[in-house]
Antibody, heavy 120, light 107 residues
């Protein structure tokens, strides 16, 4: 059974850097894309970006200049950093597994979510 | 960026009744559409991909249809555990995008 467990800082001040890590248990790590999503309180889902096991990344264009997604294959973990946060970055952040091949882009496993609040 | 539009925003349905949710893409996404269910305080759960293929373990009362720009999720006989928010997501183009969600509530 595949499980994603995520952790990171939940309360930030404006201009600080958000940092989250997601560990993957079970299943293959190298055969998938590893993604980050976020969901502002009471709103819908937004894709942030993804990384594959070799470090290849894709990012949502408006966030690209502030986002770094990295991978540590020795630990089956991947991480998200978002710099210069503002109140608009307040959201529940999810890590997730994205499929490859014909179903590339389908997300089949999710982490439990981490509420990140940006407030002065 | 492909814009996904879901309707209605809220659907009030009695248990045992049928629910029909709609999702429209701003341009053709072929059949590269997924549906997710999200309950309060939980992560989304994959229900349907390829517009009509049920994910592992999803009950047969959930069905999806459509292609191109118009898609539908149907729940044939609503059970208590089906009251939730449902999101459609396109994976034909990057960035991946979601609809705004349809909340299925008890009538």
């Amino acid at each position: 059974q595949v499980q994603l467990q995520q952790w990171g800082t939940g309360l930030l001040k404006p201009s600080e850097t958000l940092s989250l890590t997601c560990a993957v248990y079970g299943g293959s790590f190298s055969g998938y894309f590893w993604s980050w999503f976020r969901q502002p309180p009471g709103k819908g889902l937004e894709w942030i970006g993804e990384i594959d096991h070799s470090g290849g990344t894709n990012h949502r264009p408006p966030l690209k200049s502030r986002v770094t997604i990295s991978v540590d294959t020795s630990k089956n973990q991947f991480s998200l950093q978002l710099t210069s946060v503002t109140a608009a970055d307040t959201a529940v952040y999810y890590c997730a597994r994205g499929e490859v091949g014909a179903t590339r882009g389908v997300v089949d496993y999710w982490g439990q979510g981490t509420l990140v609040t940006v407030s002065s | 960026e492909i814009v996904m539009t879901q309707s209605p925003a809220t659907l009030s349905v009695s248990p045992g009744e049928r629910a029909t949710l709609s999702c429209r893409a701003s341009q053709s996404i072929n059949s590269k559409l997924a549906w997710y269910q999200q309950k309060p305080g939980q992560a989304p759960r994959l229900l349907i991909y390829g517009a009509s293929i049920r994910a592992t373990g999803v009950p047969a009362r959930f069905s999806g249809s459509g292609s191109g720009t118009e898609f539908t999720l149907s729940i044939s006989s609503l059970q208590s555990e089906d009251f939730a928010v449902y999101y459609c997501q396109q994976y034909n183009n990057w960035p991946l995008t979601f609809g705004g969600g349809t909340k299925v509530e008890i009538k």
